[in-house]
């Protein structure tokens, strides 16, 4: 008589196409789950970790979906970030309206408006006899995709481009669609969070791994550095830092010299995770055996030690993003961050400092919506991948 459960273990597959560990679990074959994760890579140990948490996966996917609109933003996005309309200033977000007259039709009301002949100020009021189009794919103002490929459709937006404007989240102060602002600055907030923890990552690898492999002096000078910077409160060491930008830079330059600012003291965290870890791997076998085969110092450090926690550190950088995300915005919207005509989320939010004009257009607010997202899901999704990373846990 066949062993089916040998042989859904042998093969790897099972007959639903299931990952052998699962199926192993169906079955109730324990020596198949046990022979799966002996077997297994470490890779595909995380990935079976990291699956069962299902709100972690979730936010993974949005997290992923976040990094698609930073990079097809000027497709998804219906105007250009600087295109504005001074005759609809802080007008308010319009509703999508399938039908009309019967038949299939979307679109979105128009305005109309008065002006306190006092205060100049402009009320709107939703005119339904006045009907915009809207479509999908519809043309409107050229950009380039990714940076080199010309087009000039648009994901969503009015069929008639040049006619009334249509505004789903409201506008600004200077009549500019606040949804397309939002979307063009997710390119610049979510960029800033990526280099920053890239040069983090640098930083905290190289410092954090000198300090723990070679230990003694260089440990306890390192340390001694990564406990100066730690005891500088963070808010006014980075406006120190950033006030040395000088203000005639371009718009490019200070976006450089913003990510450079957080990565200068953002690697420390990271580097004591590496010191640690560095510490409890360095007098294992392995190492002793490539030590004992003539490997360098270096090949040591990052051939050997390195990729047996790699895991672990993709864990912290996903952590790492949403601090730095945070940090951004919160310099930006100080003044001393990124400034205009550059658009990202904390730019946007420096409208926002204006009570009055909080109060009569609240839907500038929703830059901030966007940044509690954002950190929430990278959050949740750094949990996830955290605890997935040791898939050996009880």
């Given amino acids: 008589m066949t062993d089916t459960s040998a042989q859904k273990s042998g093969s790897g597959l099972s007959p639903r196409g299931k990952d052998p560990l ?65 005759e609809y200033t802080y007008a308010p977000p319009q509703s999508i309206h399938l039908f009309h007259e019967g038949s299939f039709r979307p679109h979105v009301n128009g305005y109309t408006f008065e002006q306190d002949p006092d205060t100049l100020a402009l009320t709107f009021e939703v005119d339904t006899e006045q009907v915009v189009p809207i479509g999908l794919f519809v043309q409107g103002a050229e950009y380039e995709i990714l940076g080199f490929i010309p087009w000039d459709r648009h994901l969503i937006g009015p069929t008639d481009y040049e006619g009334t404007p249509m505004y789903l989240l409201g506008a600004d102060a200077n009549g500019r669609d606040l949804l397309s602002r939002i979307i063009h600055g997710t390119t610049i907030s979510m960029s800033v969070g990526l280099i920053g923890v890239l040069l983090s990552l640098f930083l905290g690898i190289l410092l954090g791994g000198i300090s723990g492999y070679l230990g003694g002096k260089v440990d306890t000078a390192i340390q001694r550095l990564i406990e100066f910077i730690i005891a500088i409160p963070t808010i006014p060491l980075w406006m120190a830092l950033f006030a ?88 930006s919207f100080i003044g001393l961050g990124l400034q205009p005509p550059t658009v990202s989320w904390g730019v946007l939010l420096q409208e926002a400092q204006n009570i009055r004009a909080v109060s009569t257009a609240p839907w500038i607010l929703l830059p901030g919506v966007a940044v509690v997202i954002t950190v929430l899901a990278m959050n949740f999704f750094g949990d996830g991948l955290r605890d997935a990373a040791d898939p050996y846990k009880n």
């Fill in 244 to 331: 040395a930008v000088p203000s005639s830079w371009s718009p490019v330059h200070r976006y450089l010299a913003l990510t450079v600012v957080i990565s200068l003291v953002g690697w420390v965290g990271m580097a004591r995770e590496v010191r640690g870890k560095f510490f409890a791997v360095r007098n294992e076998e392995y190492v002793s055996a490539a030590i004992a085969d003539g490997a360098s110092q270096s090949r040591v450090m990052f051939r050997h030690m390195l990729p047996s926690f790699t895991s672990h550190i993709i864990a912290n950088l996903s952590l790492s993003i949403p601090t730095i995300i945070l940090a951004e915005t919160a310099l």
């Fill in 22 to 86: 699962e199926s192993a679990q169906l079955s109730g074959d324990e020596d198949g789950v046990r022979d799966s994760v002996a077997l297994a890579s470490q890779s595909q140990l995380v990935w079976w970790s990291f699956k069962k948490h299902r709100v972690a996966l979730v936010c993974g996917i949005i997290s992923v979906a976040i990094y698609a609109i930073a990079i097809l933003a000027p497709f998804l996005a219906p105007y250009p970030a600087s295109a504005h309309n001074n």
